[in-house]
């Protein structure tokens, strides 16, 4: 059996990071809302680092009556560039997850 070791840990990483969280989020509802359903929105991003730095902006549907309903997927957002990192797989997933959600919503009074 291995003993765990313990310790502190520091990691270094330089980046670029010309796209906030507040402008990733606008430009993932601007994208969803104009090409996807426009009863979905972004919420708040998280960063993501890797090899590629970016934005996971996660994306929920609502409805006018109970607000969020809930989470359908997300869409990434390269922090240098603010290329919004979507394909039409990615826009086939976000609709059926909200068919998928809408299915097994209660129906309201």
């Not at 430009?27 to 996971?56: C, D, H, Y």
Request: aromatic letters at 2%; charged letters at 20%; hydrophobic letters at 45%.
């Amino acid at each position: 059996m291995n003993t765990p070791l313990t310790g502190t840990i520091e990691i270094t990483i330089e980046t670029t990071i010309n796209v906030d969280a507040n402008t990733a989020k606008r430009k993932v509802t601007g994208w969803v809302v104009s090409e996807v359903a426009n009863l979905m929105g972004g919420t708040q991003p998280k960063l993501v680092i890797g090899k590629r730095t970016f934005w996971r902006v996660p994306v929920v549907l609502t409805s006018s009556k109970t607000g969020i309903v809930g989470e359908v997927g997300a869409v990434d957002v390269d922090t240098e560039t603010g290329e919004l990192l979507v394909n039409d797989a990615l826009k086939e997933r976000l609709l059926t997850n909200a068919a998928s959600l809408v299915g097994s919503a209660p129906v309201a009074a």
